[in-house]
């Protein structure tokens, strides 16, 4: 995945809305959102936001690229991206970022495949059974195949003061990614 100039990319960032869910692992796709807001306000691009009960999005038009959160709880995310998605037909290209549990923190993947298992991308694809997506799924999982703590529990905690900065760090990797030869 690349990020240019030459068509119109929606990047959509899942995540539960709330101080209380901001570091979650199930937060991830935020996340990801907030790292591209710092990389582009860094290199003094333009950018408008809006903002509606349902969603948070912002614009950086020298890059033809939408950023989007939902605002509604990652089960309801596809009735969000429906409602903006409605009245946006010059999207070419959508990338939902999301966590994985199947990767182990600082993994990632940009996949044209679903996740077997997540509220978030299922609401999505079920809402818009239509919408060809990259996923760029976001590893999270630091359990080293313990699996002793259920999935959905596990996701709701935060990332350790050890963890973020892994996360951090392939956020690097994916931004480095992106932006060669774009």
Avoid: C
């Avoid at 990020?3 to 995540?15: K, T, V, W």
């Amino acid at each position: 995945m690349k990020i240019h100039n030459q068509e119109y990319q929606l990047l959509i960032g899942l995540g539960n809305p709330g101080k209380s869910y901001q570091n979650n692992r199930h937060n991830a796709g935020f996340l990801w959102i907030d790292f591209l807001l710092e990389k582009f306000s860094q290199q003094n691009f333009s950018i408008t936001s809006k903002i509606t009960k349902e969603y948070q999005l912002w614009e950086i038009s020298e890059k033809n690229l939408y950023l989007f959160k939902p605002l509604l709880f990652m089960n309801n995310s596809g009735i969000a991206v429906k409602k903006y998605l409605a009245y946006q037909e010059k999207i070419q290209t959508v990338v939902l970022a999301h966590d994985d549990l199947d990767l182990e923190l600082s993994q990632y993947k940009f996949s044209p495949k679903s996740p077997r298992a997540h509220n978030g991308v299922n609401s999505i694809e079920q809402t818009l059974p239509n919408l060809t997506m990259l996923h760029l799924r976001i590893g999270v999982d630091t359990r080293a195949g313990l699996r002793n703590e259920a999935g959905k529990d596990y996701l709701l905690k935060n990332f350790t003061p050890t963890e973020m900065p892994l996360l951090q760090n392939t956020f690097e990797k994916i931004w480095e990614e992106i932006n060669t030869n774009s």
